[in-house]
């Protein structure tokens, strides 16, 4: 998504802004900042509304909703907005001992489109699925998204980073262990660490650094039987 509007032209993104009415944007963390062009080229007379909306595949896709005003677009803050009215947005403390909502914190999720745990997985399960007392007693299930959001004077929240090492890439999400545990498969590989690298505002990609006497060739064809599920990577010099 960044990366398509980094790369739009003036003359595609007026076109294009000539057929739209509604934009909803969606998949990965949005900088507002990156529609200016869109919304200068949507000034004109045509009316265009941006919307940022904020899900996970746990909470049915779709969990908060923000349109972006003009003011909005200008800032580079991601703002999620409110969750929608189905559900309930509260943040969890660092602190275990904390009983007091902090403005920072990672985002848990509760509600009628949340689910109740991942199927057959219940270890996964009781890591991110916990039961959250209410006001009137009750209890209910709560997601940890593993998000950190901020939660803004205006009650709207903003989305700040990951508390785990959860990256994406190209929409999807990537756990980084996953990858190096997968190369530490290898008996010549001791150790591996991955990480996310910038190369540009247009290109991001997966770097793998690891110790022992294995070959590229040999890492090469072991990432190639690794990721072979995920089409969308591919395992390059």
């Known amino acids: 998504l960044t990366e398509s509007l980094r790369l739009s032209s003036k003359?595609?993104?007026?076109?294009?802004?000539?057929?739209?009415?509604?934009?909803?944007?969606?998949?990965?963390?949005l900088l507002p900042n990156l529609l200016q062009p869109w919304?200068?080229?949507?000034?004109?007379?045509?009316?265009?509304?941006?919307?940022?909306?904020?899900g996970i595949t746990e909470g049915t896709i779709h969990c908060s909703l923000k349109r972006l005003s003009s003011d909005d677009i200008k800032k580079s803050d991601s703002t999620i907005g409110v969750p929608l009215p189905h559900l309930r947005?509260?943040?969890?403390?660092?602190?275990?001992?904390?009983?007091?909502?902090?403005?920072?914190?990672?985002l848990v999720v509760s509600g009628a489109g949340v689910a109740l745990g991942y199927w057959r997985q219940p270890?996964?399960?009781?890591?991110?699925?916990?039961?959250?007392?209410?006001r009137d007693q009750s209890y209910e299930i709560g997601l940890y998204t593993g998000d950190t959001v901020q939660k803004t004077d205006s009650g709207e929240y903003c989305y700040l980073s990951r508390v785990d090492r959860q990256?994406?890439?190209?929409?999807?999400?990537?756990?980084?262990?996953?990858?190096?545990?997968?190369?530490?498969?290898l008996e010549q590989v001791s150790m591996a660490h991955v990480i996310k690298v910038e190369l540009?505002?247009?290109?991001?990609?997966?770097?793998?650094?690891?110790?022992?006497?294995?070959?590229?060739?040999?890492?090469?064809?072991?990432l190639e039987r690794f990721i072979a599920g995920y089409r969308w990577l591919q395992p390059a010099v």
């Open 200 to 222: 540009s505002p247009t290109d991001s990609r997966l770097v793998a650094f690891w110790t022992g006497s294995a070959s590229w060739t040999c890492l090469f064809d072991l």
């Open 89 to 106: 947005f509260s943040l969890a403390s660092q602190s275990s001992a904390s009983t007091v909502e902090p403005a920072i914190g990672e």
């Open 167 to 185: 990256v994406m890439l190209r929409g999807y999400r990537v756990e980084l262990e996953a990858i190096e545990h997968g190369i530490v498969k």
């Open 11 to 29: 003359t595609a993104i007026a076109g294009l802004v000539a057929c739209f009415r509604l934009v909803i944007l969606g998949g990965e963390p």
């Open 39 to 54: 919304d200068q080229a949507a000034s004109g007379g045509l009316s265009v509304s941006f919307y940022n909306l904020y």
């Open 123 to 134: 270890l996964m399960t009781s890591k991110k699925f916990k039961l959250l007392s209410r």
